[in-house]
């Protein structure tokens, strides 16, 4: 689904606070890289429904050094504050998560089970609770909060504006960031609707650096949701079961190593 603060939080507060001493500054070095990040911060951050497409690549470094990739794709619906839905289908793993303001659902498609808690919050609340507590991880879900900036920026020691960069047709402001274990890279579409296109974690810490990338599509931001968009309706067939028992989600075949994503 919809990826430190990005999708999976690598370092604890001590370890940027680090990062930031051996960087030789306790101040982000940049040039006008981290205005152009808050101004797309604000952007998403004002916009009260978000609709959009995603596909996402994972690396993961097998014994023999080899470089695997592993492919999903996925939808997200968001309707600001208490409302998200979200999907992603890989080669293994099916996995859905709707959040009505009151209830999260978690669906395993591929296994035929779903698991529920009730919950009170705003999204941005809900991500946080998804990983400390239900162990959810969301890759990019960050991207969509009301306070992304303060999330990504956590951490940074260095900022960069790399120049003008093409995705998907669209022409994005080119963005690089490091911290401590990891190398991070995003494309703003430029101009008056700055909405990320594509975001690369490197994990730095992890031999080969293998990378994790989202790219996201389909952009609308004046959707009108359905009355049961958020509403999650199982299927005769689909059994519910307790948080931690939905068997694998990942993006990764079951038992392959793949260290931290983000």
């Known amino acids: 689904m919809i990826a430190t603060s990005f999708g999976r939080r690598l370092f604890a507060p001590g370890v940027f606070i680090c990062a930031a001493i051996l960087a030789g500054s306790t101040q982000v070095r940049a040039d006008d890289a981290v205005p152009v990040l808050k101004k797309m911060s604000t952007y998403i951050g004002g916009l009260s429904t978000i609709q959009a497409a995603y596909d996402s690549d994972i690396e993961v470094i097998t014994d023999n050094l080899q470089k695997i990739q592993f492919t999903s794709s996925g939808q997200v619906l968001l309707s600001r504050p208490d409302k998200l839905r979200a999907s992603r289908t890989g080669g293994y793993a099916d996995v859905e998560l709707v959040f009505d303001g009151k209830k999260l659902t978690s669906f395993g498609k591929h296994v035929g089970t779903y698991a529920q808690t009730d919950f009170s919050g705003d999204v941005d609340q809900l991500i946080d609770k998804m990983r400390s507590d239900f162990g959810i991880e969301a890759p990019g879900a960050d991207l969509l909060s ?78 009108q949701p359905s009355a049961d968009a958020f509403i999650f309706k199982p299927a005769g067939d689909v059994k519910q079961v307790a948080f931690g028992s939905l068997g694998s989600s990942d993006e990764v075949p079951p038992g392959v190593p793949h260290g931290d994503k983000k």
Not at 157 to 167: D, K, L
Not at 210 to 222: A, E, F, S, V
């Open 146 to 223: 009301s306070r992304s900036f303060d999330g990504l920026m956590t951490g940074a020691y260095e900022a960069q504006h790399i120049g003008r960069g093409v995705v998907d047709g669209i022409e994005c402001e080119h963005l690089a960031f490091r911290a401590l274990d990891i190398d991070w890279q995003i494309w703003i579409e430029a101009g008056a609707n700055p909405i990320p296109r594509k975001f690369v974690i490197t994990s730095k810490a992890v031999a080969g650096a293998p990378q994790y990338t989202l790219r996201i599509r389909d952009w609308k931001t004046n959707v």
